[in-house]
Nanobody, 124 residues
Framework: QVQLVESGGGKVQAGGSLRLSCTAS????????MGWFRQAPGKEREFVAA????????YYADSVKGRFTISTDNAKNTVYLQMNSLKPEDTSVYYC?????????????????WGQGTQVTVAS
């Protein structure tokens, strides 16, 4: 079974909004941190946002703070990324990931399970 599945990506004009969803298996959802990362062509994966499952503390990259919001719905085993005021620089493939044991929330190597990614394109 696929453990993480992202959806909600698409094409939007600058200033628009998108809401990404990541539906997880029960095993993958039973994690300390859940995060969103992005990777543009020719560039390395970068941290976007994360949430602590136990107390719902949230963390954001400086580049998206105030524009993006991460949240979870435990009944649906789903994590969301609400993306507002989108900029062309936000264009990337966005990935959902989960981390079983407590670790560095912004470090990709600390995460155990990854989704397939969903494309977000912001036109100028």
């Amino acid at each position: 079974q696929v453990q993480l599945v992202e959806s909600g990506g698409g094409k939007v004009q600058a200033g628009g909004s998108l809401r990404l969803s990541c539906t997880a298996s029960e095993h993958a959802f039973r994690a300390w941190h859940m995060g969103w990362f992005r990777q543009a062509p020719g560039k390395e994966r970068e941290f976007v946002a994360a949430i602590t499952r136990s107390d719902t503390s949230t963390y954001y990259a400086d580049s998206v703070k105030g524009r993006f919001t991460i949240s979870t719905d435990n009944a649906k085993n789903t994590v969301y990324l609400q993306m507002n005021s989108l900029k062309p620089e936000d264009t990337s493939v966005y990935y959902c990931a989960t981390q079983y044991r407590s670790g560095n929330y912004y470090e990709p190597s600390a995460y155990d399970t990854w989704g397939q990614g969903t494309q977000v394109t912001v036109a100028s």
